[in-house]
């Protein structure tokens, strides 16, 4: 008898590693999104203590991120390492929402999502979209 496999088990062999490895490559990207998702919302609670620090010191809330500190998340896109940008919104004297965006631009796209926004206002309300 001949020693080897068949080309039957091997075959099979293949197919079985490739459902592992499809798998496997799925949870991964969908953990890494996770992960993003988290770095935006670390980012969102540091631009509401920054506006909580400047409406102590001026009354109102700022709607510029420059004044508080934070300009280096504008636009953020168009860098290589971000994958969120920025943004205040809903400005009163009293209130204020800091929106995190997903890029879709540079290969940074979601995957098999489109974008979303996480959102968070004065009171540390958080809106995220579900699966984040």
Known sequence: MP?????????????ILGVLLRLG???????????????ARSMLGYIRTAEENYWLDNDWYSGNLTLLGVEDVQ???SKGTQYFSY?????TNTTFTA???RCTSGGKSPPGKTAYTLSLDQGGNLTIPDGY
């Open 3 to 15: 020693k080897g496999f068949t080309l039957v088990e091997l075959i099979v062999v293949c197919v």
């Open 25 to 39: 490559s799925v949870m991964y990207s969908t953990t890494h999104e996770k992960a993003r998702a988290a770095e």
């Open 75 to 77: 636009d953020s896109c």
């Open 99 to 101: 929106n995190a965006t």
């Open 87 to 91: 943004t205040l919104g809903g400005i």
